[in-house]
Nanobody
Framework: QVQLVESGGGLVQAGDSLTLSCAAS????????MAWFRQAPGKEREFVAS????????FYADSVKGRFTISRDNAKNKVYLQMNSLKPEDTAVYYC??????????????????WGQGTQVTVSS
């Protein structure tokens, strides 16, 4: 069992940066692939980025590639999403998710076993 708690969301202006954190409980955190998804009002939840259990492989949605960076610290049971050059279209609730498969290839919500409660990111123009 893994419990996930996101933090770091807020209201920023276009072009600003923001770092989200996800704290995980459980001794098996280091064996899980981790991902960030987001969901804007009236839209489906979409993949943002993922990282393999070791941190050695990362994957990004085309819409955030080059602007966002996912990383993890297995010693601290945390995963991060550094978001730069934010745009109004990045506005959404951001969710942290864990996949017991571990490799980080999953891009669909149903491939992830555990979810956090989400943190709101609002980017004003």
């Amino acid at each position: 069992q893994v419990q996930l708690v996101e933090s770091g969301g807020g209201l920023v202006q276009a072009g600003d940066s923001l770092t989200l954190s996800c704290a995980a409980s459980g001794r098996t955190f280091s064996s899980y692939a981790m991902a960030w998804f987001r969901q804007a009002p009236g839209k489906e939840r979409e993949f943002v980025a993922s990282v393999s259990w070791s941190g050695g492989n990362t994957f990004y949605a085309d819409s955030v590639k080059g602007r966002f960076t996912i990383s993890r610290d297995n010693a601290k049971n945390k995963v991060y999403l550094q978001m730069n050059s934010l745009k109004p279209e990045d506005t959404a609730v951001y969710y942290c998710a864990a996949d017991s498969y571990g490799l980080g290839y999953g891009r669909a919500p149903h491939e992830y076993d555990y979810w956090g409660q989400g943190t709101q990111v609002t980017v004003s123009s």
